[in-house]
């Protein structure tokens, strides 16, 4: 086991990089498919994946029709809205600016549960929301003047993703007791694929022809992020424990920033860099709280 941490450890700061990757390589491949056509074969891709180790664990744990409805939101809110939003969201922000305004969802999170179910929070967590919210204004506020000029939408798009975030996650704990982490992703994807169809269908006569980067594009997304990748997190999350594995996605921002500039040739104000430092580090300390609240209230 302790050999394995290490693995976990290590593995999961490479995951960090993909998820940088996945940022960039999604808004090129955005410049042939619209956001929808990309969830769908990233989705269809990640399906195979997860469907052989569903295989390799046993086939069960299909979806119950009494919970047909609550599959359908989590589709509605974790994938078509979330992934539509932060998709579209790239015509309009550089895509560090929008990963590092998406780290602000777990804040989010405490402050619904907060308000919704009256989870005890300290004074370092109530500190860090506080700063978090502060560098969120500080990333904002920076582009005032050019609010008015499109990237209002980009920030109210990246905004719907944390809403939406949250819906998707309240549903989907209400299905984790009925189904076990792959039967739940695997239902979820199949669910999204359904549900996606008939609009696929609609622009097949508009679909670009696939050329050979394209195709590498969607394999890199559906293999690597949404395939393994998300393997790999269900995993951390069993042996490493689910806060130390949330804590690496709340430093995806940095990847996604660099690989942003490497590739894209984006770039951002040093006082969004600022206030994207002060989101990244004071979410550490809001999770890490979070955490250590939950392991004393066993909640």
């Known amino acids: ?5 290490k693995l976990i450890y290590i593995l999961m700061s490479l995951l960090v990089f993909v998820w940088g990757a996945d940022y960039i390589v999604a808004k090129l491949a955005l410049e042939l498919l619209e956001p929808l056509c990309l969830l769908f074969f990233k989705y269809l891709t990640a399906l195979v994946i997860v469907f052989a180790v569903k295989v390799k664990l046993g086939m069960r744990g299909f979806v119950k029709r009494r919970d047909l409805p609550r599959y359908a939101l989590c589709v509605i809110f974790g994938e078509i809205i979330y992934y539509y939003s932060e998709y579209t969201a790239m015509g309009y922000l550089p895509v560090s600016l929008i990963s590092i305004i998406i780290a602000f969802a777990p804040i989010v999170s405490v402050l ?7 989870r005890r929070i300290n004074f370092k967590t109530v500190a860090g929301i506080i700063v978090c919210i502060i560098g969120v204004a500080l990333i904002i506020g920076v582009d005032f003047d050019m609010l008015i000029h499109g990237k209002l939408i980009g920030y109210l ?11 998707y996650n309240y549903i989907t704990v209400s299905l ?4 076990t982490t792959v039967d739940l992703t695997f239902n979820q994807l199949v669910c999204t694929l359904i549900m996606l169809l008939p609009y696929i269908i ?3 006569p508009v ?9 590498l594009q969607v394999l890199f997304i559906g293999v690597f992020n949404s395939g393994f990748g998300f393997l790999l997190f269900v995993r951390a999350l069993y042996v490493i424990g689910p ?9 995806a921002p940095i990847t996604t920033t660099f690989f942003g500039w490497l590739f894209l040739k984006e770039t951002i104000s040093p ?3 600022f206030g994207g430092a002060v989101v990244i580090i004071s979410g550490y300390v809001v999770i890490k709280e979070k955490g250590k609240t939950e392991e004393i209230t066993g909640e």
């Not at 086991?1 to 941490?5: A, F, G, L, V």
């Not at 806060?243 to 430093?251: R, V």
Request: proline share 6%; charged share 15%.
């Open 1 to 5: 086991m302790k050999n394995e941490k």
């Open 112 to 118: 619904i549960e907060r308000i919704l179910y009256r």
């Open 157 to 167: 798009l990246t905004f719907a993703c944390i809403l939406s975030w949250n819906a």
């Open 176 to 179: 984790h007791g009925s189904y």
């Open 202 to 204: 609609s622009r097949i």
């Open 207 to 215: 679909l670009p022809g696939f050329e050979p980067a394209l195709v």
């Open 243 to 251: 806060t130390p594995t949330i804590l690496f996605s709340n430093f």
């Open 271 to 273: 006082l969004q860099m």
